[in-house]
């Protein structure tokens, strides 16, 4: 920690959305109901997969811990966010900008992950439908999410260190709501080849690699579905991956465009808000708008309320 101490840059300023002055109060209004959206129905999920014993199947059990991940995600700079947008101070500490940054990325690389065991799932269960209970067993699901978790801190955890032992001697402005490797590396006194190297090399553990097997699965589900001659079958089989699907394409359109080239630009915090809050909100209404089980349960649920 000798390298830190030496530091001058004891805190940043994250200047978030300053340049819009005049939009602060609606920028500020827009985004706490897109929290709050998100936030609540993401619960709802939560508590929907939770209370519903025909919703107790593996796909259910991912999007239920899919929909936590996001309600965690979202937590760690929506919050910091709102408070930049009408505080006069947009300060953030030395330690709580690298520990934002910490969480932040481990958990939008536990999403990538889980998607792609998503994927995964949903390529057993049309391509492998006889085996598909004894392999996705309770226990396995539970590993699987684990995993994701464990990897995901694991990996984030190296460029983290090697940017957090970087000279910092001003400026200390971030042009960002929040505190992101490579926005922050941009900073550095010290020459950025090593810690751009290193996001690089991440970024392709951490997007490229879920992204490939994402799209190996959906190829394979696609290929098997264009084999079936029902077209009621090719509608079911289609319909199960369909949500996930769309989830997934929202989610790495924006994360791709920014991590793979990691030098930051002006346009990052745009993009950004796509996928910390947007997307966010919009998957509630993606999981199950577009999930017969689900319309189905919230059909029953509403039947019952009105009996």
């Known amino acids: 920690m000798e390298s830190v101490n030496k530091t001058t840059v004891n805190e940043f300023i994250l200047l978030a959305f300053s340049s819009f002055q005049q939009f602060q109060i609606l920028i500020f209004i827009t985004i706490l109901l897109m929290y709050i959206i998100s936030v609540s129905g993401n619960l709802a999920i939560i508590v929907l997969v939770k209370s519903t014993s025909t919703l107790h199947t593996p796909m259910y059990f991912f999007i239920s811990v899919f929909a936590g991940l996001e309600i965690s995600f979202m937590s760690v700079t929506v919050p910091k966010l709102l408070a930049n947008l009408i505080m006069a101070s947009r300060k953030i500490t030395f330690t709580g900008c690298f520990v934002q940054m910490y969480i932040f990325n481990s958990l939008g690389v536990t999403e990538c992950y889980l998607l792609s065991v998503m994927a995964v799932d949903r390529d057993l269960a049309i391509n492998n439908p006889l085996r598909y ?54 900073l550095s006194c010290s020459d950025p080849f090593i810690s751009n190297v290193t996001t690089r090399i991440a970024a392709v553990f951490v997007s490229l690699i879920p992204f490939i097997i ?28 369909s949500s996930h699907l ?19 630009s002006r346009y ?4 950004a808000l796509m996928y910390t809050v947007i ?7 993606i999981y199950s708008l577009r999930n017969k089980d689900v319309k189905r349960v919230i059909r029953k649920s509403i039947t019952c309320k009105v009996n």
């Open 133 to 186: 209970n004894a392999i996705m067993s309770n226990a396995f699901c539970i590993e699987l999410c684990v995993l994701s978790w464990i990897v995901s801190f694991m990996i984030v955890s190296v460029p983290t260190i090697v940017t957090i032992y970087a000279k910092f001697c001003g400026p200390n402005e971030i042009d960002h709501f929040v505190c992101d490797l490579a926005v922050v590396q941009n």
């Open 214 to 241: 994402i799209v190996c699965c959906y190829v394979h589900i696609i290929i098997s579905i264009l084999k079936i001659k029902d077209k009621a079958g090719k509608n079911k089989a289609f319909s199960t991956c």
């Open 246 to 264: 769309i989830a997934a394409g929202l989610f790495y359109v924006s994360v791709i465009i920014v991590y793979i080239n990691p030098s930051g």
């Open 268 to 271: 990052d915090k745009f993009l």
């Open 279 to 285: 997307i966010p909100m919009l998957n509630p209404f």
